[in-house]
Nanobody, 121 residues
Framework: QVQLVESGGGLVQPGGSLRLSCAAS????????MAWYRQAPGKQRELVAT???????NYADSVKGRFTISRDNANNTVYLQMNSPKLEDTAVYSC???????????????WGKGTLVTVSS
């Protein structure tokens, strides 16, 4: 079994900073792409950022230059550094990972339960 657990959410002021973490645990052989998604109240879930096992990253246009995704492969953890957050960044942030549970196994997608980030003054 594999679990993804997010942490680090909370209240942050506009222009402040916050770092989210997501740790994967369980029966893990390798982790391919890891990603952060978010869902604001009344809106559809959207992709925020992705990172490959080699460290290649991609970002939604709305967060480019403000958010940074990174990962610690040794500890199966992905981070999202949120700098200069805006009111519209308020959402539940969830991590997602494509994980293989054994040699020769394909990757399956796993989700964390999410952590709430509220940007407010």
């Amino acid at each position: 079994q594999v679990q993804l657990v997010e942490s680090g959410g909370g209240l942050v002021q506009p222009g402040g900073s916050l770092r989210l973490s997501c740790a994967a645990s369980g029966s893990i052989f390798s982790i391919f792409v890891m990603a952060w998604y978010r869902q604001a109240p009344g809106k559809q879930r959207e992709l925020v950022a992705t990172i490959t096992s080699a460290g290649s990253t991609n970002y939604a246009d709305s967060v480019k230059g403000r958010f940074t995704i990174s990962r610690d492969n040794a500890n199966n953890t992905v981070y999202l550094q949120m700098n200069s957050p805006k009111l519209e960044d308020t959402a539940v942030y969830s991590c997602n990972a494509a994980i293989s549970r054994g040699a020769g196994w394909g990757g399956m997608t796993y989700w964390g339960k999410g952590t709430l980030v509220t940007v407010s003054s």
